[in-house]
């Protein structure tokens, strides 16, 4: 079975606008059984972006007819590929309440869910960590150094393994390296594979699953998968729970890599 359980579409507000036809007749087209539409859900109303075009998530009044068009072309499909309908929820320390009360309406609409740390919070002020080399790097700055904000992130990850979100609380966690993403701009070797080994265990004692996410491959200064191909092995050798996810944005991305963590 090929799963890609991590897929954006039209309705991402930072993305392409690719149809959703498009994703999954190359989805069939590429011998892909199961996907999963993960868009960025919408952000607490209360709770400020700090992205220049404030477009991290999806506007809230297109969420029902993203759900709609989705469970359209779930029977549309049916025969050909299995379309899960899902969501990719931003862990925010602080909104957590926020987090649960929107869950719990809008899980009982979906098949799958992915719980990411986009944002990390430093004294009142909040960082979307993944925008740019140049918001990373400041950001550093102000938290005193690129370890301590690996340290922050992966501090906020466990976090959100920890958080009551209730009982829709997504089981899968997003891109748990994604700090990594601009390892090659600082260029600081981060001892931090302790702390990695350390997550995956605590995912799998707490029974989640991994988002093996092949984006960070593409990524100018990441070259490798959120999280790594030797912490895929270690993953594998505590028999973590994994999905493959592509992290596409548009068409052209789906599916990125597969064959590269597949065949290690």
């Not at 972006?49 to 506007?59: F, L, V």
């Not at 869950?103 to 960590?129: M, Q, R, T």
């Not at 140049?134 to 550093?140: G, I, K, M, P, Y």
């Not at 270690?234 to 052209?252: E, P």
């Amino acid at each position: 079975m090929k799963r890609d359980g991590h897929i954006h579409s039209p309705f991402c507000p930072h993305g392409t606008e690719d149809t959703f036809e498009q994703y999954i007749e190359k989805a069939i087209e590429s011998g892909f059984t199961q996907i999963t539409f993960t868009e960025h859900a919408p952000l607490p109303t209360n709770f400020k972006d700090p992205t220049p075009d404030k477009d991290s998530g999806m506007n809230p009044k297109h969420l029902k007819p993203y759900i709609e068009k989705l469970t359209e072309l779930k029977e549309v499909y049916s025969k050909d590929i299995s379309i899960h309908i899902g969501l990719e929820i931003d862990y925010i320390v602080g909104y957590e309440t926020e987090t649960r009360a929107f869950l719990d309406i809008v899980g009982p609409l979906l098949d799958d869910a992915i719980l990411s740390v986009h944002f990390l919070k430093w004294n009142d002020e909040y960082c979307c960590i993944d925008f740019s080399k140049d918001v990373f790097l400041e950001f550093a700055s102000k938290v005193g150094s690129v370890e301590e904000v690996y340290n922050l992130y992966y501090e906020t990850i466990k976090k959100s393994i920890d958080a009551n979100l209730g009982r829709y609380k997504p089981r899968r966690i997003g891109h748990p390296t994604l700090v990594h993403k601009f390892q090659l701009a600082h260029g600081e070797k981060i001892q931090d594979e302790q702390q990695i080994k350390d997550i995956l265990t605590y995912m799998k004692e707490k029974g989640y699953e991994l988002d093996v996410n092949s984006a960070g491959i593409s990524k100018e200064f990441c070259k490798e998968p959120y999280p790594s191909f030797e912490m895929i092995q270690f993953a594998q050798s505590i028999d973590l729970s994994m999905v493959f996810g592509s992290d596409a944005h548009s068409v052209k991305d789906l599916h990125q890599h597969y064959d590269k963590i597949y065949s290690k």
